[in-house]
């Protein structure tokens, strides 16, 4: 990889929006992910994650906007870029009569920088018969094997549709330990989409909540939590139903009780609370679950 190359970012995306018949799902996504990056793709079911995800990969034509994908426009990837991407869709799609060992020899073929030591360790340490067909398979070990086929060729970019949704703990925990492995090259980047808000504090540093077709909020996971608290102010007297806090996402109000979850909390604003109502105010950190909620009205 040149130098010049270093220099763009694996995933440029500016306005793109997405139609079906008279349904828009995408309305205008901007979303830039750098290199060396683990980013979260968060969103309620129905947001147009999967939506994005194929736009990224050229499996669906956006209806305007621009993309560009390891430098290239998704619809017309050459090759070679081909060869440094990743891909782990919702479900698996695979030879059903193909035995494991099999199909992951016939996926090697086309990759000349295919990893075949660890192929067959991730295959070992995620409790693959290498021997079984797959059709008979579970859905959980099919998916194990979609993402070694993914992993196999150690791709530049490597983007995730709800990867872990049919893993069991133990090996949800196995796969997200390999994806710290692979971070570790500065160069490589992981597009993670998931319902599992836990799995991607683990993991990501970046997020991206998809939010009624646009990005609501991209950037660090640190600075979401540090930015998106819950207050709870204890006042001398009755508040009034009137109550409310500037940037606040969702306010309760029960007699001289309130909670208010602010997106942007400073000092400024505790200091306020405190003065104006004569009141306690406690600020509580939130998980990133906590907060996906917050932002979509939902705790």
């Given at each position: 990889m040149n130098e010049l190359s270093n220099t763009i970012p694996m995933i440029d995306v500016i306005g793109l929006?997405?139609?079906?018949?008279?349904?828009?799902?995408?309305?205008?996504?901007?979303?830039?992910i750098p290199r060396g990056s683990v980013t979260g793709l968060l969103g309620k079911n129905g947001a147009g994650k999967s939506t994005l995800l194929k736009c990224l990969l050229g499996l669906l034509k956006p209806s305007s906007g621009t993309a560009q994908i390891l430098g290239e426009e998704p619809w017309h990837l050459s090759a070679e870029a081909k060869a440094r991407l990743g891909y782990v869709a919702q479900e698996a799609s695979l030879y059903a009569w193909m035995r494991v060992r099999q199909i992951i020899d016939?996926?090697?073929?086309?990759y000349p920088t295919?990893?075949?030591?660890?192929?067959?360790?991730?295959?070992?340490?995620?409790?693959?018969?290498?021997?079984?067909?797959?059709?008979?398979?579970?859905?959980?070990?099919?998916?194990?094997?979609?993402?070694?086929?993914a992993l196999g060729h150690e791709p530049d970019l490597?983007?995730?549709d709800?990867?872990?949704?049919?893993?069991?703990?133990?090996?949800?925990r196995e796969f997200l330990s390999t994806l710290l492995e692979i971070t570790?090259?500065?160069?490589?980047?992981?597009?993670?989409?998931?319902?599992?808000?836990?799995?991607?504090e683990r993991v990501a540093d970046h997020v991206a909540v998809l939010q009624e077709g646009k990005i609501a909020y991209h950037g660090e996971l640190d600075d979401l939590k540090d930015s998106v608290k819950r207050l709870r102010v204890a006042?001398?007297?009755?508040l009034p139903t009137s109550f409310g806090v500037a940037n606040s996402l969702r306010t309760e109000?029960?007699?001289?009780?309130?909670?208010?979850?602010?997106?942007?909390?400073?000092?400024?604003?505790?200091?306020?609370?405190?003065?104006?109502?004569?009141?306690?105010v406690t600020v509580e950190d939130l998980s990133l679950e906590e907060i996906f909620l917050e932002m979509h009205g939902d705790a």
């Open positions: 929006t997405k139609s079906f018949d008279t349904t828009q799902v995408l309305r205008g996504v901007d979303l830039t016939y996926t090697a073929a086309f295919w990893n075949h030591d660890l192929a067959h360790d991730l295959a070992r340490r995620w409790e693959l018969p290498t021997e079984d067909r797959v059709g008979p398979m579970s859905q959980g070990q099919q998916q194990k094997l979609a993402l070694i086929l490597l983007i995730l709800e990867p872990v949704a049919s893993l069991d703990p133990s090996a949800r570790r090259n500065e160069n490589r980047s992981i597009l993670f989409s998931t319902h599992i808000t836990t799995d991607l006042a001398d007297s009755e109000v029960s007699g001289k009780h309130a909670m208010v979850a602010v997106k942007e909390v400073g000092d400024t604003i505790v200091e306020e609370l405190e003065s104006r109502w004569q009141a306690s």
